[in-house]
């Protein structure tokens, strides 16, 4: 039951209702007040949901389930395009088994029984942090980061989870890896020709301005430009380590202000979302959604990184941007041609 912005101006009381209504149905019913995602950004929200599952959801059930040592939840994937599939199947493959995959294409049962997993993979931190902390202090869970976006994170996020459980899971994972190294090459030597040298431009949320530029990386592209709408500090100190020195990092730009960075850096593609889609085409630069995957996908795991590069390529190299320039590139027109017009 979540709060928007009306029944949090009329003042309804959804924590007794859910209450109530939890007793009645012999259900499990959760109170979100979240109206107008709460705060100066949407990292309250988050915040708010992430204490909903404590407090509502977290050892109100008694949960019949049979804990194994190589139990995870995956927290923080919104399962874009798939990607949460994606990341379930490498994780599977490596040997462990995967008890809650959340909140993108989660149940509640498995959000119920994510106490008893031996460790935490946190993928979004910005947005679930909070919860991973919580889980860490009151069951003793251990948390670590990860990222399974472009080869180079892929195997360094691996490799980091199979030191937690040991022998026998880094063997599965080394194997794992040198399996996929074939499709790595291929897709690299397919694409790399193409893509090599093509500069970026990014403007996301989440954890995106960073764990994407490895995967970009990764095609022989560069990073020219990156920043956050909604961002913290830390979010900063960290992008700083994952870019290289000069690079432009902005922090909730406004469309104007984009716009003019895009034209003084005149990148050769641009990823941000829907809203900066079509103003940047506009301008006669290539563009990719960067929220949506532009409904492909998936981008996550050693598949996703070949549908990755490929729309990466279609949208540089598609031959509509030779039918016209950008605004920078257009030639001035005469004084008498332009008051024609």
Not at 171 to 190: F, G, H, N
Request: net charge negative; aromatic share 12%.
């Amino acid at each position: 039951m979540q709060s928007e912005c009306p029944i949090g101006l009329i003042g309804d009381d959804i924590e007794a209702v859910s209450r109530k209504k939890a007793k009645e149905h012999e259900k499990t019913i959760v109170p979100v007040r979240c109206e107008g995602f709460r705060g100066v950004s949407q990292s309250l929200g988050h915040h708010l949901a992430n204490d909903s599952i404590r407090d509502w959801v977290f050892d109100k059930t008694e949960v019949e389930f049979e804990a194994g040592r190589y139990d995870v939840n995956v927290i923080g994937d919104y399962n874009i395009g798939g990607d949460a599939w994606a990341t379930r199947i490498l994780l599977e493959e490596v040997g462990l088994r995967v008890v809650g995959n959340w909140s993108g294409d989660a149940t509640l049962a498995e959000v119920e029984r994510a106490p008893k997993a031996k460790l935490n993979l946190i993928h979004c931190y910005r947005s679930m942090n909070y919860i991973c902390r919580h889980m860490e202090e009151k069951y003793g869970i251990p948390w670590m980061e990860y990222n399974f976006f472009g080869p180079s994170q892929i195997e360094d996020s691996l490799r980091k989870i199979a030191k937690h459980f040991g022998p026998t899971i880094e063997d599965k994972t080394e194997a794992v890896i040198a399996k996929y190294r074939p499709l790595v090459d291929a897709v690299i030597d397919k694409y790399w020709p193409r893509l090599e040298g093509k500069t970026v431009m990014l403007y996301v949320g989440g954890l995106r301005p960073r764990h994407v530029i490895t995967a970009y990386e990764d095609l022989g592209m560069v990073i020219v430009g990156t920043g956050y709408e909604f961002a913290h500090n830390d979010d900063y100190q960290r992008t700083g380590h994952s870019v290289k020195n000069g690079t432009l990092i902005y922090d909730d730009v406004t469309g104007y202000e984009l716009e003019k960075f895009i034209e003084g850096i005149r990148p050769d593609l641009v990823g941000s979302g829907i809203k900066e889609k079509y103003p940047v085409q506009k301008m006669g630069v290539p563009f990719r959604q960067m929220h949506s995957w532009d409904y492909s996908g998936p981008y996550h795991g050693y598949d996703g990184f070949a549908i990755f590069a490929r729309d990466m390529d279609l949208a540089i190299n598609n031959p509509v941007w030779d039918l016209y320039d950008a605004p920078w590139k257009k030639k001035a027109l005469p004084p008498m041609a332009v008051a024609a017009e």
